[in-house]
């Protein structure tokens, strides 16, 4: 149990499984097959991919929590195809938009990002107990080394909403904050790469919010984040490889 | 060696991130994704749906309403079928979105700003109206219903 808790990614996949079946009550039997649909396409293309480049066979574990977090968010009333065509784009971003052989994008909000770019629109169905959502997210944002990010987004998120008079709280995602945010391969490692990431996303929703509404203002946000990060990669961190490497269990 | 040089020249000059492999074929296929999506009407304005086709034989019912966090007012909203519907919609707080999936409805709508949408109420039965610009932890259950009775 312990090894099995130790690998962060299973802790997501039971925190994302639990939050799917909280929210099946409240939906129809689409929903269920929907976030199944996505989770296994998704996986089966990582397999089929990493068969292909790798010549080998990995559980594809990264792939079930892209897959659950898209279809999961991704309005479920959506045409089949267009679950079929979104859950191969994380994949492809992580295989094919890479940056010093770690992809750029976080592969699930890549694909969201691009739905929404489509205007189609993201219901975050699956955002269905905030209270979990918060407990275990921020176990593993202090398991992963990612309370930096947090505190750069939130100083940033909520300072500059405060100025529009708008309750910041209110618009938060906390799915999106401790899920999404922190994807541990794609936000940077160390305080000050993790701030500076923290700040663009935070500094980025509200201009996007402000701005060009009728997108989803955070998955844009984290978009700009990450296109960031080959510039972040040039923040040196303090004893990098050393102190910043996730917590040991 | 000014032969050298000139290569060097040339190799920077095409290789601004050197660290950015971007395979072009995979690169190729990922828009010719997109391409089919946009085709197939993806890319498209979604305000309207079939309604501007159909000849309207019911009357005209304008009704206003109002998106606000994390809910619509009027809730539910009562049209008969056959009824030609002019929504008039705005927002009290922040951005919204007007999701009517059957009606091939999609507005979003800022604060201060009103957004008008008409169709043909020609499906019979109750329909959820969705949020579908995100507005904030409780996007996920804001819901509202459209009722299109006899």
């Known amino acids: ?92 971003s992580k295989y094919v938009l890479v940056f010093k052989n770690k992809h750029i994008f976080n592969p699930a909000n890549f694909s969201l990002a691009v739905a929404t770019l489509f205007k189609i629109p993201l219901t975050w169905s699956i955002e269905s107990n905030a209270c979990l959502i918060i407990i275990v997210g921020l176990y593993i944002a202090y398991s992963l080394r990612k309370m930096p ?68 203002f955070l998955v844009c946000a984290l978009l700009v984040a990450n296109l960031f990060n080959p510039v972040l990669e040039k923040i040196k961190n303090p004893a990098e490889g050393k102190r910043y490497l996730p917590r040991e269990q | 060696m000014g032969g050298k040089i000139a290569y060097k020249e040339v190799k920077n000059r095409y290789n601004l991130l050197p660290h950015l492999r971007v395979d072009m074929r995979r690169t190729c296929f990922l828009i010719v994704l997109f391409a089919v999506g946009v085709t197939l009407g993806y890319g498209g304005d979604h305000t309207i749906g079939a309604a501007a086709q159909v000849e309207y034989d019911g009357n005209i019912k304008e009704i206003r309403l109002e998106a606000f966090q994390f809910g619509f007012s009027p809730d539910p909203v009562v049209v008969k079928k056959g009824d030609v519907v002019k929504l008039e919609i705005t927002s009290r707080d922040v951005p919204h979105g007007v999701y009517i999936k059957e009606y091939n409805i999609n507005v979003p709508v800022k604060k201060g700003e009103s957004v008008k949408v008409k169709f043909l109420a020609d499906k019979e039965g109750e329909f959820d109206i969705r949020c579908s610009v995100f507005c904030g932890s409780g996007h996920s259950r804001m819901r509202g219903r459209l009722v299109v009775s006899k």
């Open chain 1, 149 to 216: 990010h947090l505190i750069g987004f939130f100083v940033f998120f909520i300072g500059l909403f405060l100025t529009q008079t708008t309750n910041p709280f209110s618009l938060v995602s906390w799915f999106f904050v401790f899920i999404m945010l922190i994807e541990p391969k794609t936000s940077g490692f160390g305080w000050r790469r993790g701030l500076a990431f923290g700040s663009v996303a935070g500094i980025s929703s509200f201009l996007i919010f402000k701005f060009i509404s009728g997108y989803d």
């Open chain 1, 1 to 92: 149990m312990t090894v099995f808790l130790s690998d962060k990614r299973n802790i997501v996949i039971l925190l994302l499984g639990t939050l799917f079946l909280i929210k099946i009550p409240q939906e129809n039997s689409r929903f269920i097959f929907w976030v199944f649909g996505g989770v296994l396409l998704a996986s089966f293309y990582d397999l089929f991919i990493t068969a292909m480049l790798k010549k080998r066979w990995i559980v594809p574990k990264s792939a079930v929590i892209s897959g659950f977090i898209l279809s999961g968010v991704l309005d479920y009333y959506q045409p089949w195809f267009v679950l079929v065509i979104f859950s191969l784009l994380p994949i492809l």
